[in-house]
């Protein structure tokens, strides 16, 4: 669609991720086996004839930036429109500081926005998971010549107060916003996606207005500006914490899920490495998982989400777990609700999340890490025998010397030593008792492919029912 700048904010840290955004921008996180979580706001871009794409990264950017590339998987390797990446800069007259909030992030770039073709700019988060065509959301807005258009829909009213609360008038018109209110006077919220008109949007920015729900909007509306909103009613999810990544995820395994990544008519597409088909061995038992390419499975896995290259030895057992990339499951390990980042390795007969109570929180992450789910962070190596609990947080690059003893206990925290010493931290209180005797792990990892091929944007195969032979 010409005349149209799409500009994805794709700069936050994401906190609430724990572990799986301390060393990549949230957008970068990986979804549904072989996606980041950056590829649905890009695919619903190609798939709405949005071909002239500006994201703004700042926080961790590298693995976005590799990711991302040249846009060739998105059809965005253009010398006309097409992709391009921006970082905070420093110019002369302005301090050295990171963007402040999302309209700062814009204003930061506003020549960008001021020279692009066209009379309306896109503004999108890079961190939701969501299908939509932006057409007729651009055509709302156009026809009621607005000067901005609000995406907005209905959330469970115990979830509206993280966003802002929207009041529509029978004609669409935004007649009263709440911006996070503690007590929400509706479920009615905005999806953090707006539609402005670029003569507006130019003329509402400035150095005091550092964000769009807190400041921007509220401002248009104080001045008289035409604000409007656009119901939307398809699946959407801001995956900003770990029970709602989990969650999201685990709603791709429904027999008809509300998120078809299967839809051949609106492919979500993707960087893929060439990897060989998945391999599901002999003595295999899959049921009602996605496994992505590369994946070989000898073990069980159940009701879970397998990004390519995760191998699964005989006698292991994956349920309800999110397991990224090059993972390794040893012989006779369990995973139980957990997310395990990428090139973990589980030794043989360890646990990963053990117990019933899935209620005690993480003592160093309560407010993260308090719904059952055991995270590991990336390359960490959990040893033969170890068990652990729930709520556990196991930290990146942590090895067998980190754990000094053969069970976490659920809330506790294993940090790598060299790492947790570099920032003078101790210990969490309770990781005692003595190391742990880890002999070498049993055969080889599944080669991790490097190449850049574009793969297929078909998604990871889905198995419904076993055993499978």
Known sequence: MKGVLAVILAGGEGERLSILSSVRAKPAVPFGGKYRIIDFALSNCVNSDVDNVVVLTQYNPRSLNDHIGSGRPWDLDRTSGGIRLLQPYVSRGRPNEWYRGTADAVLRNIEVVRQAPGDTVLVLAGDHIYKMDYQPFLAAHRRHRADVTIAVRTVPIEDASRFGIVTLDDGDRVVDWQEKPRVPRSNLVSMGIYVFSKRALLHWLDETRIDFGAHVIPAMLTGGARVFGYRFDGYWQDVGTIESYWQATMDLLDERPELDLYDTGWLIHTRSEERAPARIGPTASVHRSMISHGCVIYGTVEHSVLSPGVRVDVGAVVRDSIVMFDCVIRAGAQVDRAILDKKVSVGSNAVVGEGSDLTIPNRQEPTRLNTGITVVGKRAMIPTGVRLGRNVKIAEDVRAGD???????????????????????????????????????????????????????????????????
């Open 403 to 469: 754990f000094r003893g053969r069970v976490v206990r659920s809330g506790q925290t294993v940090e790598h030593r060299a790492s947790a010493d570099s920032r003078g931290a101790s210990r969490t209180a309770g990781d005692r008792a003595v190391s742990v005797a880890v002999r070498p792990a049993d055969g080889a990892t599944a080669a991790a492919g490097h190449g850049r091929g574009d793969g297929s944007d078909l998604p990871a195969a889905r198995h419904i029912s076993g055993p499978i032979d």
